[in-house]
């Protein structure tokens, strides 16, 4: 059965202090490795696609890398803007829906 | 551009009530998903539309669960009989049938009491 887990699962940053949040996942084919935003009482707001390992995406403050087994999401020098639960999630093989994790909730102090 | 719209926002029934939620995906999207979300928590997958054809099922989705996409247009979420248990954010999305990004529409609350 897929598992999707990302780590950690609260973090709060100061303004400009750069980190990294984690999803691993066990899939047996991975179609593709999705990234969302999903701010308070609103639906997920869609990142980044990844579909191979190695391959790397960029949007202003973030960049997100996929591996074999997990991908990052690095924040460079966050705003509190920034703020926000971000949910990983994984298609596999031929399947359509995605299977997500339970979400990084991001809070970047002023 | 419009994107996923979703009816009502807000919902609260008795439970034991039916209710039922819309959702007019991004036009042209043949493919319509259904999720629920609760606090603290990442949506799970509920089912799937191709067109009009409702293609799977996941095994959270109750008999007392139905959902229909009359016309490959808009899809309806209708939950009969309410238990406190349903109380969720229950997420329309879709997607191009030439590409896999699935966008998210704003979720319909559902509060059982």
């Known amino acids: 059965e897929d598992q999707v887990t990302q780590s950690p699962e609260a973090l709060r940053l100061q303004e400009g202090e750069s980190s990294s949040l984690n999803c691993s996942y066990t899939v047996s084919g991975l179609r593709g490795l999705f990234w969302y935003r999903q701010d308070p009482g609103k639906g997920p707001e869609f990142l980044f696609t990844l579909y191979s390992a190695g391959e790397e995406k960029e949007k202003e403050r973030l960049k997100a890398t996929l591996t074999k087994k997990e991908s990052f999401l690095h924040i460079t020098a966050p705003k509190p803007e920034d703020s926000a639960t971000y949910l990983c999630?994984?298609?596999?093989?031929?399947?359509?829906?995605?299977?997500f994790g339970s979400g990084t909730q991001l809070t970047v102090l002023p | 551009d419009t994107g996923v719209s979703q009816n009502p926002r807000h919902k609260i029934t008795k439970r034991g009530q039916n209710v039922t939620f819309r959702c007019d995906p991004i036009?042209?999207?043949?493919?319509l998903y259904w999720y629920r979300q609760t606090l603290g928590q990442g949506p799970e997958f509920l089912t799937y539309?191709?067109?009009?054809?409702?293609?799977?099922k996941s095994r959270l989705l109750s008999d007392r669960f139905s959902a229909e996409r009359p016309k490959g247009s808009f899809s309806t979420l209708e939950i009969q009989r309410t238990e406190q248990g349903d109380s969720a954010m229950y997420l329309c999305?879709?997607?191009?049938?030439?590409?896999?990004?699935?966008?998210f529409g704003e979720g319909s609350w559902l509060t059982v009491v």
């Open positions: 036009s042209e999207h043949n493919r």
């Open positions: 999630a994984v298609q596999e093989g031929s399947a359509r829906q995605l299977t």
């Open positions: 999305a879709s997607s191009p049938g030439a590409g896999n990004t699935i966008y």
């Open positions: 539309f191709q067109n009009e054809a409702q293609l799977e």
